[in-house]
């Protein structure tokens, strides 16, 4: 059902090919107010302009000590792929300097990094007086460390510091209800309501299923919710959640007879914001565990279904067969703002931590936006890695541009058309393009729609490219509105940026151009018996061309070029020869 598309190598690319003694670009942090792009690697630390990444670049080499390394060496490890420091975390930690740390060949170390208020100031260096203990560092609940210390330690733990506590909270060590080998994707700091107090946390991650578990499956994709202003219990749980909560996240496409094909690899999350800061639309990006067939998928949640299912029931094992079950019974639980009336989670009841310790799934799953993905691929030799997400305002409506990471090192430019419902999406290729030299998964996207760039990371360096290519679709009106890219109009002459204050020729919903063409300047006469060349080369993805000859007993044989996309809505003939 979808196109072919050949891989286009971009013309207007910027990449920064890594060095020869470093890899692994792929913790990303985007200072749009400095014009940088910062990114850690192996054994450095970069910062890049974030107009062209070899334009003013600047490093700093940070290597594990040879002792370290020698320790990583003797523990068995690989000395070439993972006795190094790998740079994890780069966190803003005030106006002028960032908070990093690195693997230190496994032993985690951390460290500040200063770069002046302002851009002007051309400061870039390492504070190496002053070196940390990078195990269980963390700043604040939405600088999201648990993700990189899980990296660190490899181990199923999730430190989170409550902000006027200077010890982290973790989950529940040893207990395979709360973690079972977790692999921590992304976290992110949602407003439950207009006061802060009520703030949550919520942690996006793939685990072991918990045993009892009948899914079938041996992955699943979790949500984790915690509450901001958890300080851990006081007799019971001292220094852990007692707020930790986990609901399975689905993606699934229904079959036949009931069997659904699972997505239950989760490999990104993006957030897209909305008017209402309380309820982002989230974009998951997930691929199959199986071992029969390879197939990517990426599929929307809302937060209301997301709340709903945090809203109980709870998850309780029971009966002579000690399965999972709802749980029916008085819940204990009070929400997050005023704790039931106590003054923090220091003051709870015992009950009310005994329930917290024993309960910390829920029972039912968060299923996707219309039930089902959006984008699905199971045909193809790739599988997706990455994503953002764009908002862009085109003539007929706001329309969300995905780029989609792959593990090929290509990136798709994808829309999704809604036309009577969600559950009736049409998508839309815009391009498949090639990023890095050789086949390389990206590890790392960020998009900047100040400078309206994407930059991209994998093993072999960083690449940017514009998020609009609207040269790419070539001059004709035609192929211009067939390509269907919101961020690009026919302006009269040519194929340029769209600017909603300017006039121009787009129809994303139909890639229509009917209306700008006069019939009589589409027709192009030839000498009969003589020959002569007409162009057939489609510039849009989307379009499909195809001669068709009409035989008339009485005429000349009349050839007509006929541009169409391929959901075969005809379009009117823009060439035509006799």
């Known amino acids: 059902p979808f196109p072919k598309l050949s891989m286009v190598e971009s013309s207007n690319l910027i990449t920064f090919n890594g060095l020869t003694n470093s890899s692994g ?70 106006s002028t300097h960032l908070y990093i740390c690195g693997t230190g060949a496994f032993h985690p170390i951390c460290a500040y990094l200063e770069m002046g208020k302002r ?14 203990n990078g195990r269980g560092k963390a700043l604040r609940p939405q600088d999201a460390l648990c993700v990189h210390n899980v990296r660190l330690h490899g181990k199923g733990l999730c430190h989170l510091p409550h902000p006027r506590e200077h010890h982290p909270i973790r989950t529940e060590q040893h207990d395979s209800r709360w973690l079972n080998d977790p692999r921590f994707v992304g976290v992110n700091l949602i407003p439950e309501s207009d006061n802060p107090e009520d703030d949550k946390i919520f942690l996006f991650f793939k685990e072991n299923a918990m045993d009892g578990e009948h899914t079938g499956k ?20 001292v220094n852990k959640w007692t707020t930790f909560l986990k609901a399975r996240l689905t993606c699934s496409v229904p079959g036949l007879n009931g069997i659904d094909t699972h997505f239950d690899e989760l490999q990104d999350v993006f957030l897209m914001s909305s008017k209402d800061p309380k309820n982002p639309v989230i974009y998951a990006v997930f691929t199959t565990s199986s ?12 937060m209301a279904d997301i709340r709903r299912v945090f809203l109980g029931p709870y998850a309780h094992r029971d009966g002579p067969t000690y399965q999972w079950v709802p749980f029916q019974g008085r819940v204990p ?48 030799d790739y599988q997706f890695s990455q994503l953002v997400v764009d908002k862009v305002e085109a003539e007929d409506g706001q329309y969300d541009v995905m780029f989609i990471g792959t593990d090929l090192g290509t990136v798709l430019k994808v829309v ?10 049409e ?66 002459t040519e194929c340029s940026r769209y600017f909603p204050t300017a006039n121009g020729r787009q129809d994303i ?28 080369s489609p510039k849009s993805q989307r379009a499909l061309i195809y001669w068709q000859l009409q035989k008339d007993p009485t005429r000349t044989a009349n050839m007509r070029w006929v541009h169409t996309h391929s959901a075969c809505k005809m379009c009117p003939i823009h060439h035509h020869s006799q």
């Open 119 to 132: 851009a002007e100031d051309n400061i870039f260096r390492l504070e190496s007086s002053h070196f940390e």
């Open 427 to 492: 998508e839309v290729v815009l391009e498949e393009m090639t990023v890095f030299r050789e086949p390389t998964p990206i590890t790392a996207m960020e998009l900047s729609t100040k400078q309206q760039q994407l930059y991209l990371g994998s093993a072999l360096g960083v690449s940017q490219m514009p998020l609009h290519r609207c040269e790419v679709y070539g001059k004709a009106c035609a192929e211009c509105c067939l390509a269907r890219d919101p961020y690009c109009a026919w302006d009269g």
């Open 291 to 302: 071992n029969i067939f390879k197939g990517s998928a990426v599929c929307m949640y809302n």
């Open 416 to 425: 999704t058309i809604p036309r009577e419902s969600w559950h009736d999406l």
């Open 25 to 94: 670009y792929d913790t990303f942090l985007l200072d749009e107010e400095r014009g940088r792009l910062l990114v850690g690697a192996e054994d450095h630390v970069f910062s890049f302009d974030l107009v062209n990444l070899n334009r003013e670049h600047k490093q700093i080499a940070w290597p594990a000590t040879p002792s370290k390394r020698d320790e990583c060496k003797w523990a068995g490890k690989d000395l070439g792929k993972e006795c190094s420091n790998f740079i994890r975390v780069l966190q803003p930690y005030n």
């Open 333 to 380: 639980y009070p929400p997050c703002k005023t704790f039931g009336g106590f003054d923090s989670t220091k003051d709870l009841p015992d009950d009310v931590i005994t329930f917290a310790r024993g309960h910390p799934a829920m029972f039912n799953p968060v299923h996707p936006i219309g039930g089902r993905p959006i984008v699905v691929r199971t045909d193809v």
């Open 509 to 536: 919903r139909d890639g229509d151009p009917l209306p700008v063409l006069r019939p009589a300047a589409s027709w192009r006469y030839g000498v009969e018996n003589s020959s002569m060349f007409l162009e057939c």
């Open 218 to 237: 041996a992955t699943i994709a979790r949500i984790g919710q915690l509450c901001k202003n958890d300080l851990g219990g006081h007799r019971s749980l």
